[in-house]
């Protein structure tokens, strides 16, 4: 799934659980993979080392840092709580930075074998479920953190 749906799942985490930011904080890591489990965008076509993959991971990038600082904005009182869930929900993609551009020739361990079987569908069109996400929890959270 997208960094942007992840860290809105985060954010969603981080004001649900803000009375137990710990459990907030695990809950965000651990959603990762459940959303992960959900059909989402993916190409398995695509290298990772092309134009057009550069071009989706700097908009997804983009997209996740500004709209996670808008719902921390919205949200003002817990913001680092929701940046932290945020990035912790988003994070565990980072290893595929380090298996495909820093140690690519490395086998997959355990925990990347696992993160890789749940993404059982990963298509074009599941870009569909990732805007349906985007739509139903980004325009949510504004709205009513814009209630408090
Ligand atoms: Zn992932």
Known sequence: MTATNHGLMGAVIAITLQKYPPLAITV??????????FPHFGDGKMSLHSRRFYGILFTDMTLAVVSTLAVAWFWF???????????????????????????PKLKLGRLARFHSRIQWSQ??????????????????????????
């Open 28 to 37: 965000s890591l651990l959603s990762h993979f459940l959303l992960d489990a």
């Open 77 to 103: 009182e817990i913001a680092l709580l929701v940046v932290g869930c945020a990035f912790l929900a988003a994070s565990p993609d980072l290893m595929w930075l380090y298996y495909e551009y820093l140690k």
């Open 123 to 148: 298509s074009p069109p599941g870009l569909m479920v990732e805007f349906i996400w985007f739509i139903v929890l980004f325009p949510t959270l504004i709205y009513i953190g814009a209630q408090f």
